[in-house]
């Protein structure tokens, strides 16, 4: 059964670092693309950025470039997304999923994981 | 950036109904590059269709989807109750990949 598991949601105060994690099992992970979505409160769902944990090859989405960090060890099956300074506008529901297609031509997301709820508050 | 525009924003109907959703690109959608997930509230988005029709595994056979170009619609034929739900359309035919804002389905 494939699974992607994300870390617990964090309580972070403005300009910490931060770091959250998605585990995959049940299939090869190194051959499927990761991808990151933003869903802020209310609201509906923004793509971030994937990453090809076999190579660690990284696209970002112009909106979020710069201002996010993806990354991924293979050897533990595990993909990261992470801030240098948080925001208080960072606060969100984040989720991981895994790609279907290539990245030259376009993926989409078929299997989720559960969600890290961050919480950006002085 | 290719912006996706679905309505109506809500829509308020009741079980065994037959549901259509829209989802307007703002530019062609190359090779029908057209998903649909379904998002109930507290859990992860859930994928229904890709490649503008077809269905995903384990996506029940009541939803179906059609359209190319920058038109495209999800139809659920008949609604059960764990259908009332929102419902995203994501086109990843050109980069970056959008969302539309999402329809809501809720029960009358």
């Known amino acids: 059964e494939v699974q992607l598991v994300q870390s617990e949601a964090e309580v972070k105060k403005p300009g910490e670092s931060l770091k959250i994690s998605c585990k995959g099992s049940?299939?090869?992970?190194?051959?499927?693309?990761i991808g990151w979505m933003r869903q802020m409160p209310g609201k509906g769902l923004e793509w971030m950025g994937i990453?090809?944990?076999?190579?660690?090859?990284?696209i970002y989405s112009p909106s979020f470039q710069g201002q996010v960090t993806i990354s991924a060890d293979k050897s533990i099956s595990t993909a990261y997304l992470q801030w240098i300074s948080l925001k208080a506008s960072d606060t969100a529901m984040f989720y991981c999923?895994?790609?279907?297609?290539?990245?030259?031509?376009?993926?989409?997301?078929?299997?989720w994981g559960q969600g890290t709820l961050v919480t950006v508050s002085p | 950036e290719i912006v996706l525009t679905q309505s109506p924003g809500t829509l308020s109907l009741s079980p065994g109904e037959r549901v259509t959703l829209s989802c307007r690109a703002s530019?062609?959608?190359?090779?029908?590059?057209l998903a649909w997930y379904q998002q109930k509230p507290g859990q992860s988005p859930r994928l229904l269709i890709y490649?503008?029709?077809s269905r995903a595994t384990g996506s029940p056979d009541r939803f179906s989807g059609s359209g190319s170009g920058t038109d495209f619609t999800l139809t659920i034929s008949r609604l059960e109750p764990e259908d009332f739900a929102v419902y995203y359309c994501?086109?990843?035919?050109?980069?970056?990949?959008?969302f539309g804002q999402g329809t809501k389905v809720e029960i009358k």
């Open positions: 999923a895994r790609g279907r297609g290539t990245a030259s031509r376009g993926l989409y997301f078929d299997y």
């Open positions: 049940g299939y090869s992970f190194s051959t499927y693309w």
């Open positions: 990453i090809y944990p076999g190579d660690s090859d990284t």
């Open positions: 530019q062609s959608v190359s090779s029908s590059y």
């Open positions: 490649g503008a029709s």
């Open positions: 994501q086109q990843y035919g050109s980069s970056p990949w959008t």
